[in-house]
T-cell receptor
Framework: DTAVSQTPKYLVTQMGNDKSIKCEQN?????MYWYKQDSKKFLKIMFS???????INETVPNRFSPKSPDKAHLNLHINSLELGDSAVYFC?????????????FGDGTRLSIL | DQQVKQNSPSLSVQEGRISILNCDYT??????FLWYKKYPAEGPTFLIS?????DKNEDGRFTVFLNKSAKHLSLHIVPSQPGDSAVYFC???????????FGTGTRLKVLA
């Protein structure tokens, strides 16, 4: 019973392609996140949605577009992939925004750009 | 500008001994701190947290200490077990924000 699941686990593609990563949580949480972990192991927030509403939008190229069709799903679409997009992308969720709370993470999607 | 720093990239400890993982921060507005543990090919899992109104929080073998004046927190694991071998991340959140800032992690190896 995976709480936060993301697909695919691995994604290898050519520069210039467009790709999507899907994320689903079955915890009944209101808030979802996308993080990027680069080669230096920094885990940086990219986006956050609360009840399908965008609440965090960090300085990320507009080639990255999140979409939340409902509060259990937060997908990440990336246009015109570049070499620097190679990283591990983690989806996470938390109960809601009422006070600080721990986040539950998926197992990551390793994106490799050739 | 790295607001949360884990200056030790790795640490080795004998089984049964204490593991102490350290984390320093620069933003005095941080009011909530968390520790996560990460195994290879898995996402981080929440371990323990502490609010800035406390200086200690304990959960079983795990204790987190917060020294606000030094802007320093530490995670103590006693006794350490081989299954504790993982990468440990500290994270912090500033009051009034929804964003968590992560450190770069410390790889702990517990030797049997």
């Amino acid at each position: 019973d995976t709480a936060v699941s993301q697909t695919p686990k691995y994604l290898v593609t050519q520069m210039g392609n467009d790709k999507s990563i899907k994320c689903e949580q079955n915890l009944g949480h209101d808030t979802m996140y996308w993080y990027k972990q680069d080669s230096k192991k920094f885990l940086k927030i990219m986006f956050s949605y609360n009840n399908k509403e965008l609440i965090i939008n960090e300085t990320v190229p507009n080639r990255f577009s999140p979409k939340s069709p409902d509060k259990a799903h937060l997908n990440l679409h990336i246009n015109s992939l570049e070499l620097g997009d190679s990283a591990v992308y983690f989806c996470a969720s938390s109960q809601d925004l009422t006070g600080p709370q721990p986040q539950h993470f998926g197992d990551g999607t390793r994106l490799s750009i050739l | 500008d790295q607001q949360v720093k884990q200056n030790s990239p790795s640490l080795s400890v004998q089984e049964g001994r204490i593991s102490i993982l350290n984390c320093d921060y620069t933003n005095s507005m941080f009011d909530y701190f968390l520790w996560y543990k990460k195994y290879p090919a898995e996402g981080p899992t929440f371990l323990i947290s502490i609010s800035s109104i406390k200086d200690k929080n304990e959960d079983g073998r795990f204790t987190v200490f917060l020294n606000k004046s030094a802007k320093h927190l530490s995670l103590h694991i006693v006794p350490s077990q081989p299954g504790d071998s993982a990468v440990y991340f500290c994270a912090a959140r500033a009051s009034g924000t929804y964003k968590y800032i992560f450190g770069t992690g410390t790889r702990l190896k517990v030797l049997a």
